[in-house]
């Protein structure tokens, strides 16, 4: 009996190795649990969405003003690289609904194989992501450390500066060797598009983790999932980014 | 508890969080094989000169690319009526930002030097090197 005079519903556990799960008590069925929550979660996504579509339509609209300036922009990123990251991302997801088939039909040790081998993916590509973050800071393409610094004018020579982007090998030219208009602007959408999606990738990494905790206690069953249910839903959307990033940033049209 | 009628070949759990689908691991793994297979495709076509067409055809295989990672591994096909109209609508709602961001831009009379994609870039633009060196 809870507090407000309700019995509380209880999911009897299917195994031995499975804890039973009881139903919040201001929720009347599990049905009701299960697509209140599942609701939420799409709402969520839906805003994740638009975040990253503000970003889009930002890249589109200077893609379409400087279409040189990206070319040249997309052409200094590794597109190798890229197409690894875009299959480790692909065969996350594919291990992610995996996982979340084994907890549906309540196979626990598979359930945590393929939540792992899920983190492994969202390792392999953090350390691919870093070692190109790497490369390009050390180009000065973007250079970490003063990334927030903004424009920095010279008042006794009337000459700009802008401290994140110093482009040491001059690559940011066109055809003749003259400077490309607003050179740092694809760098500027390239790391601020990587790095929230990559924010998203260590995020998801983390839920996973901590959905394997309650896999391992054997709280998420046939019977209740949910959770490994939206932390998949979670990382599949990290996934869908990116198929979208990978041809835009890399392979620019 | 709903009852369960389906015959998509898939398999259902009777389970007490409600009406469930669980896919079967065969159709996973045809899902992943065929986004691969477009990963490669999405590279093979940046080969070659379309055009402005080339944008258009790598949004087109990523939108295809898209759509079964949100059909399949999301079980969008399979859930509920609002759930899907939830997701769904933020694409709508996505699309009037990219129409009236598009329109105006395409509509613009972008004439001042700054706009001007084949301008020569005046020197007040050049990022001098040799201030930057020093503060390293």
């Not at chain 1, 598979?110 to 953090?126: E, H, P, R, Y």
Request: hydrophobic letters at 50%.
């Amino acid at each position: 009996m809870s507090q407000d005079g309700h019995h509380s519903v209880v999911i009897p556990a299917p195994g031995p190795e499975f804890v039973p799960h009881t139903v919040a008590h201001h929720f009347d069925t599990p049905v009701q649990e299960f697509q209140a929550a599942k609701l939420g979660f799409w709402l969520f996504l839906a805003t994740e969405i638009l975040l990253f579509g503000g970003l889009f339509a930002a890249y589109f609209y200077y893609h379409d003003l400087y279409p040189e300036t990206f070319k040249v922009g997309g052409q200094q990123l590794d597109w190798k690289l890229g197409a690894i990251n875009t299959s480790v991302l692909l065969l996350s997801s594919w291990t992610m609904a995996m996982g979340v088939r084994s907890a549906q039909t309540s196979q626990k040790r598979k359930t945590l194989m393929f939540c792992a081998l899920t983190v492994v993916g969202a390792a392999i590509f953090m350390v691919i992501k870093f070692f190109e973050y790497k490369a390009k800071t050390e180009h000065g393409l973007f250079v970490f450390p003063h990334m927030f610094d903004g424009y920095q004018v010279d008042t006794a020579t009337m000459t700009g500066s802008l401290p994140w982007f110093t482009d040491v090998h001059n690559v940011m030219v066109d055809a003749t060797g003259a400077p490309l208009p607003h050179g740092h602007l694809f760098f500027a959408i390239y790391v601020t598009m990587t790095a929230i999606h990559g924010l998203h990738v260590i995020i998801g990494a983390g839920l996973i983790l901590w959905v394997m905790k309650g896999v391992a206690k054997g709280r998420f069953h046939a019977g209740y999932y949910l959770p490994v249910d939206l932390v998949g839903l979670y990382w599949h959307l990290v996934d869908l980014i990116w198929i979208f990033l990978f041809p835009l940033l890399y392979l620019v049209p | 508890m709903r009852a369960h009628a389906h015959n998509d070949g898939h398999g259902h759990g009777a389970l007490q969080m409600g009406h469930h689908h669980v896919s079967s691991s065969a159709m996973f793994l045809n899902v992943l094989v065929v986004l691969l297979i477009l990963t490669v495709v999405t590279v093979g076509v940046s080969r070659i000169d379309f055009g402005p067409a080339n944008m258009l055809i790598a949004m087109l295989i990523a939108s295809v690319k898209a759509s079964l990672v949100i059909l399949f591994f999301m079980h969008v096909k399979w859930d509920t009526a609002i759930n899907k109209i939830v997701f769904l609508s933020s694409f709508l709602f996505l699309s009037l930002l990219f129409v009236f961001t598009l329109a105006d831009q395409a509509t613009r009379r972008i004439d001042h030097p700054m706009h001007v994609t084949k301008a020569k870039v005046s020197k007040e633009w050049v990022y001098p090197k040799p201030a930057i060196s020093e503060k390293h």
